[in-house]
């Protein structure tokens, strides 16, 4: 199975028309590919609060049009990062869409865990409640995103709903870059499943991205790991790992506590 993770610059001088435009084209040059990834809220930058609600848009909205279409184009299971949605009520949301290759709307997650400690995401957004994993062709998919990387459980959820492969997607910043690899080998490791976690490069509201992008085996070894710019990580690997990893080192059996 191959997959593109496409680390994405969020440049506050790139308008976000130019930027869903250049981002359809990347994801078009990865035809041939069995999975694209894009990072949390590229569109306008996951610390760019004052740019959440004007740039806010409808499930269905530009973004959604920009990459069916580029996922039909690729031929390409897309992970389309999140979106700042807003709801009918008026709600946002952090919300991934996840395209099949023709481009429909195979399925979307709401970030459970919001960001900010009351402030900012946390204060701005709406809680998913719901976990979400998609049947792809060659593996299962557990989806993510970013800050839920912290919590063990959500992940745990989404083995038991058969996840194999866990994806998140996520503006991290690098001033916290060390925890950023240190959970997406955890989260590998624990749960026996590959982690590809896509994240964002630049800086957007004065705050450094992370980059560093990164594949993790489910014995938590680094299959690839981007740099700090814009670039796009490709990565081969055999899902069918997983299940020869839990068969010779059967940890999730001996679960106790749920």
């Given at each position: 199975m191959r997959a593109s993770l496409i680390q994405i610059d969020v440049d506050p001088d790139e308008?976000?028309?130019?930027?869903?435009?250049?981002?359809?084209?990347?994801v078009r040059e990865q035809a041939g590919a069995d999975l694209v990834?894009?990072?949390e809220l590229w569109t306008v930058g996951a610390f760019a609060y004052d740019s959440f609600g004007p740039e806010a848009e409808a499930l269905r909205g530009p973004t959604h049009d920009a990459m069916a279409a580029a996922a039909h184009d690729a031929g390409v299971w897309l992970h389309?990062?999140?979106i700042v949605e807003r709801e009918d009520t008026g709600t946002l949301y952090n919300t991934t869409l996840f395209f099949n290759p023709d481009g429909a709307l195979a399925r979307t997650y709401r970030k459970i865990h919001r960001f900010g400690f009351d402030k900012g995401e946390a204060a701005m957004m709406g809680a998913g409640a719901e976990l979400v994993t998609v049947p792809h062709p060659s593996?299962?998919?557990?989806?993510?995103?970013?800050?839920?990387?912290?919590?063990?459980?959500?992940?745990?959820?989404?083995?038991d709903a058969g996840a194999e492969t866990l994806v998140v997607s996520a503006g991290w910043p690098e001033r916290r870059r060390a925890h950023w690899t240190l959970l997406a080998q955890a989260r590998a490791v624990e749960n026996q499943a590959y982690v590809l976690?896509?994240?964002?490069?630049g800086t957007h509201a004065d705050v450094p991205q992370a980059g560093h992008s990164i594949v993790v085996d489910p014995w938590g070894e680094v299959l690839a790991e981007a740099g700090h710019g814009e670039e796009v990580l490709t990565v081969d690997f055999d899902p069918s790992t997983v299940a020869t990893?839990?068969?010779?080192?059967?940890?999730?059996?001996?679960r106790v506590l749920g």
């Open positions: 308008t976000v028309n130019s930027r869903r435009s250049r981002v359809a084209s990347l990834i894009l990072p389309a990062g999140s593996t299962v998919l557990g989806l993510a995103t970013c800050y839920d990387l912290r919590f063990p459980e959500l992940f745990r959820g989404l083995v976690a896509c994240g964002t490069a990893t839990r068969d010779r080192f059967p940890a999730l059996k001996d």
